[in-house]
């Protein structure tokens, strides 16, 4: 166990290194794109567009350039914006992360309660009517465009009904836990619901397509044959073989919005998070801003991989050999 | 699902009684499925509505919609109204287009904040979306078949290449890929050896979308591929001294396909919402071209005075990826490869 623990994290370091570069390439190597370009502004002459060359070490060579940018962004951790000068990367990412992740775990308390709810219900009423009605949530949940749900909701509490049943919602904004934990929900509470909102439906599909095969293993057969209430054996026994699915998808979702999936979300909402800073750096082609965030955002999916397959080995065995 | 041969004389007889294959079965299957036909219909009369763009805008209501009329005036109510007010609250620099007439002659969802036709953007921004979404999600389930078979097949040294690629690609949360992508590629286009791809042009989007979904059309294949080369038949064709190229093309292909077939409906919704994400954040479709997302984009600057702009192309959205998503079970459920897709955001 320790060997396949020991070779997982070895992989994951490679996958994170391989991202570093490929980010590195895809903004310093590719045929037409020049940071200095945008650095020195629309009509900058040969002249000053060679001096922002030296002085951001753009002249050196490819190689020695990534080395650089790497010593300064993960050893000396002193990285500075192109765009904003003076600013550091990683004091800004670690400002931007407790928004997002505000952000994330409320949504996520909500959509993993809702999801099992709803996925535990459909199974439980299979064939009445409530369940393809559970079922049609589902399928709405993956069909919103996540930004422009946020746009309506936006539109009807900021506009619409503000004067009437909105009127106690907050401007879109953020305010932090520390400073006012009351505040802080009101103005998390519509992302938080828009958010969850998209996944919950995939897990309540996903965990009642898991119940309704469990219902039908051996096991639950013998539950129910030592004369078990079928309440119990929803909850006790298919509920709890089923969630194991369910929790490793969590753990992959949960990683990706963590390292700035939620983007969308964060833009529409005006919350200053770890996606929004991802944005605004790319819009700017802010190269050292997107490498930091975008390590930072392949860090956690790399990890969750790793701990989902390190869960699924411990729980079966044959996973290590596969 | 390869061929079954029926090769003995006795067999060959009693064709009338043999059972329908595989792909008929599955057929009758999806046409018995009340839910998946209904979601064929809203396909068919969404792609039909866009496809009658052209019509509307020239025979019904008289308008360019990719041209700005921003002194223009039009009827509403019987009235002579100008097209655009200039806001009375603010600077004075905003305008307030015409609101929804309800009257398909007259700009019958309003005006944009350049006086264009709502209405007859949406069916041109459609087309746009439709198109995107469609081909990107069929040239990733190409790519990804054919990426998946190579790896799961060759094994080796091209399989552990492959698959670490695909992995950092997985890696990546697609959104903030297909960003990257765009933003790089919007500058100067694609230059990959012969093929260029202007950086205005459809095909750009396309084939961002397209590449970023690769892995998750490839490894699940090439998980299949890889049980499959175990098989009997398989290592049997293998012994007899069958080409590679049939071998792939006769026993693998067929066996996968189903698999890559119910991937395309999914892929499409997918491909559909990531375009219109990357529109709305304008790193997607540029203009003069219009899609669903980059009428949500411009409908933003109108969302408190002019909803409409916003939210018809966002129901729009919804409805098709719905119906796609719906149809992609149905298929899914007749052809049963227990596929499964990771959800985006």
């Known amino acids: 166990m320790l060997r396949f623990i020991v070779k997982r994290f070895a992989s994951a370091l490679l996958v994170m290194f391989a991202i570093s570069v490929l980010v590195f390439l895809i903004f310093f190597a590719t045929p037409g794109v020049d940071p200095a370009a945008r650095i020195a502004g629309r009509n900058a002459d040969p002249a000053t567009l060679a001096q922002v060359r030296h002085s951001f070490g753009l002249d050196r060579p490819m190689p020695i350039r990534y080395l650089l940018m790497m010593r300064h962004l993960l050893i000396d951790r002193d990285l500075e914006s192109f765009v904003n000068r003076g600013s550091r990367v990683i004091p800004q990412i670690v400002q931007a992360t407790p928004v997002t992740l505000s952000l994330v775990i409320g949504a996520a308390l909500i959509w993993m309660a809702a999801g099992i709810i709803m996925g535990t219900a459909a199974a439980a009423l299979r064939g009445k009517a409530a369940d393809p009605l559970i079922m049609l949530v589902g399928v709405v949940g993956v069909s919103l465009p996540a930004y422009w749900l946020g746009e309506v909701v936006n539109l009807i509490t900021q506009k619409q009904l503000h004067s009437s049943v909105f009127s106690w919602v907050p401007p879109p904004g953020y305010v932090d836990l520390s400073h006012d934990p009351g505040q802080w929900a009101l103005h998390l509470l519509f992302p938080w619901l828009t958010l969850a909102l998209l996944y919950a439906g995939i897990y309540a599909r996903l965990l009642r397509g898991e119940v309704v095969t469990a219902l039908n293993e051996d096991y639950v057969r013998t539950a129910r044959a030592k004369g078990l209430s079928e309440r119990r054996i929803l909850i006790r026994h298919a509920l709890r073989c089923s969630l194991i699915p369910i929790v490793s998808l969590f753990g992959l979702d949960f990683g990706a919005l963590v390292g700035g999936a939620a983007l969308l979300t964060e833009v529409v909402f005006g919350l200053p998070g770890i996606g929004k800073l991802t944005f605004d750096a790319l819009q700017n082609l802010d190269l050292p801003v997107i490498m930091g965030t975008v390590l930072y955002a392949a860090f956690f999916v790399v990890l969750a991989n790793a701990l989902v397959d390190i869960l699924y080995a411990r729980l079966d065995p044959r996973a290590r050999h596969a | ?345």
């Open chain 2, 1 to 345: 699902m390869g061929q079954v041969s029926t090769a003995a004389p006795e067999l060959a007889t009693v064709e009338a009684r043999r059972p329908p294959g595989p792909w008929r079965t599955a057929g009758a299957d999806l046409l018995h499925n009340r839910s998946a036909l209904a979601a064929a219909v809203v396909l068919f009369l969404v792609v039909l509505a866009t496809l009658c763009a052209p019509l509307y805008a020239h025979h019904v209501a008289h308008t360019d919609p990719f041209q700005s009329h921003v002194s223009g005036s039009t009827v509403a109510d019987g009235k002579t109204v100008p097209v655009l007010t200039p806001s009375s609250t603010g600077l004075g620099l905003g305008v307030t287009p015409i609101g929804p007439t309800w009257d398909p002659a007259h700009y019958f969802l309003g005006a944009d904040n350049q006086g264009r036709d709502v209405m007859a953007r949406l069916l041109y921004g459609g087309r746009t979306s439709l198109f995107i979404g469609f081909t990107a999600a069929l040239l990733t389930c190409a790519l990804g078949t054919v990426v998946g078979v190579v790896a799961g097949y060759a094994g080796g040294v091209v399989d552990a290449v492959i698959s670490r690629v695909l992995d950092v690609i997985w890696a990546f949360p697609v959104y903030l890929l297909a960003i990257c992508l765009s933003v790089v590629l919007l500058t100067d286009g694609l230059h990959l050896g012969p093929l260029t791809v202007e950086a205005g042009s459809l095909w750009l989007p396309v084939a961002i979308i397209a590449a970023i979904y690769v892995p998750y059309i490839a490894r699940p294949l090439r998980g299949q591929v890889l049980v499959l080369r175990n098989k009997e038949y398989i290592q049997a064709a293998i012994g007899s001294g069958a080409p590679t190229v049939r071998i792939l093309r006769r026993e693998v292909l067929p066996n996968v396909l189903p698999t890559a077939i119910v991937f395309v409906p999914l892929m499409t919704a997918l491909a559909m919402l990531t375009e219109s994400a990357l529109s709305f954040l304008s790193v997607g479709v540029q203009p003069p071209d219009a899609s669903w997302g980059t009428i949500i984009e411009d409908g933003l600057g109108l969302l408190y005075t002019r909803p409409a702009v916003t939210i018809a192309p966002g129901l729009l959205i919804a409805l098709t990826t719905a119906a796609l998503n719906v149809l992609g079970d149905g298929v899914r459920d007749a052809l049963d490869p227990g596929a499964r897709l990771r959800g985006g955001v």
